[in-house]
């Protein structure tokens, strides 16, 4: 090692690192985002692999949720829901946007945010191309056990129903046919009031 080296200091070679990190940044890899659960699964399988490693995979979850539990132990837990269904734990529920920007081949416009330029290209499909990716998306979410969700009826759709309800229910037997159907109420959204200056108060 020369005297040049030695003479370089810690602070000066992580300048020097900045520096040159500054000048070519890095490429953005694009992937799936990871959560702290994925990290922490990375680093308990790769551990083990060390040689001499005393622990196995298990045993270092074991020793992290042991931690987890002590109160002297200032470290932070999984989140149950957010974090503890991992990657791996099984498939997500997708949309048809969610097919569409993991297929995304385009060139993204230098300067443009990848995501925000994968979004306004889907804003722009025609509605019979957006229904092709939710159709599949659809089938896709089937096919990993995920039945597809209930839409939220419209007061106009409720209203059908019950009008539906109400004729069967005039037509039946009085002492068996049950409660008269209610009425769906159309909600109001009321302005937001401070419920300081709602409050009376007296003297």
């Known amino acids: ?3 040049t080296t030695q003479n370089i200091t810690s602070t000066e070679l992580i300048e020097t690192v900045n520096i040159e990190l500054v000048k070519e940044p890095a490429k953005k890899v694009q992937g799936p985002a990871k959560n702290r659960t994925s ?3 990375e680093a308990f399988e790769a551990l083990p692999m060390v040689e001499g490693f005393p622990l196995t995979t298990d045993q270092l979850w074991e020793y992290f949720n042991k931690a987890c539990k002590n109160k002297d132990i200032k470290i932070r ?3 149950e829901k957010k974090e503890k269904k991992s990657a791996e734990e099984g498939p997500k529920r997708l949309s048809g946007y969610n097919l569409y920007t993991k297929e995304f081949k385009g060139d993204i416009p230098d300067g443009i945010n990848v995501m925000t330029h994968k979004a306004a290209t889907w804003k722009a499909l ?3 191309d957006k229904a092709k990716y939710n159709e599949r998306a659809t089938q896709e979410n089937k096919s990993n056990g995920y039945e597809p969700k209930a839409k939220r009826l419209t007061h106009e759709q ?3 129903t019950y009008w539906g309800k109400l004729e069967k229910w005039v037509t039946e037997d009085p002492g068996t046919r049950g409660p008269k159907p209610e009425r769906p109420e159309k909600k109001k959204r ?3 009031t401070d419920s300081s200056e709602s409050s009376e108060v007296s003297d």
Do not use: F, H, I, V
Request: no cysteine; net charge negative.
């Open 77 to 79: 837990k999984l989140s």
């Open 126 to 128: 025609s509605e019979e």
């Open 190 to 192: 009321g302005p937001k």
């Open 1 to 3: 090692m020369s005297a």
């Open 158 to 160: 409720l209203l059908e």
């Open 39 to 41: 990290y922490l699964t």
